[in-house]
T-cell receptor
């Protein structure tokens, strides 16, 4: 399974866009990019996923580079409640496997 | 509200005393799974179930049992808990079948923090 690399931590001012990068240089053609977040010790919360095209939903936008080797999760207007650990995961289309790495700890400050 | 419900939220027990952690989902999902989360080790899969009466081992099944008699429920059973099973446990579900091939996202419960002394 392809591995991902994320910064250990990031800060973001409330109201600003939070841009969380993820490197997945060994991703293969049938692997999706997933983003989850975990607030304190709550269950991981699904945010968004994509294969090739950029995606947007009510929570966030996902920008995937053309070569698919990296992606960026964008929270357009970060709030204090967005403080969490964000996980970038690559997942083959036909498997339930979600391999969570150590993620990025995002701290949103007032 | 669509959700995965785990009970109990917190559990402290002693070595060898059988326990069950319940998991229930109200989304009519075929697929359900149990994970444990430990510091530095991320989420590791214990068991999963593709549908009623179908269960399979994940990456760390030793010391655990599961059953899937009904679609909505997937209990995790520790017949003889040991201190190394002290962990944070999560149940998750998603739709499968034709939808699974297109990566239906997993929905997680809020976790059960188990302490075995």
């Amino acid at each position: 399974d392809a591995k991902t690399t994320q910064p250990t931590s990031m800060d973001c001012a409330e109201g600003r866009a939070a841009n969380l990068p993820c490197n997945h240089s060994t991703i293969s053609g049938n692997e999706y990019v997933y983003w989850y977040r975990q607030i304190h010790s709550q269950g991981p919360q699904y945010i968004i996923h994509g294969l090739k095209n950029n995606e947007t939903n009510e929570m966030a936008s996902l920008i995937i580079t053309e070569d698919r080797k990296s992606s960026t999760l964008i929270l357009p207007h970060a709030t204090l409640r967005d403080t969490a650990v964000y996980y970038c995961i690559v997942r083959p289309y036909n498997t339930d496997k979600l391999i969570f790495g150590t993620g990025t700890r995002l701290q949103v400050f007032p | 509200e669509a959700q995965v419900t785990q009970n109990p939220r917190y559990l402290i027990t002693v070595t060898g005393k059988k326990l069950t952690v319940t998991c229930s989902q109200n989304m009519n999902h075929e697929y359900m799974s149990w994970y444990r989360q430990d510091p530095g080790l991320g989420l590791r899969q214990i068991y999963y179930s593709m549908n009623v009466e179908v269960t399979d081992k994940g990456d760390v099944p030793e010391g655990y049992k599961v059953s899937r008699k009904e679609k909505r429920n997937f209990p995790l059973i520790l017949e003889s808990p040991s201190p190394n099973q002290t962990s944070l446990y999560f149940c998750a579900s998603c739709s499968s079948g034709s939808a699974f091939k297109y990566n239906s996202p997993l929905h997680f419960g809020n976790g059960t923090r188990l302490t075995v002394t």
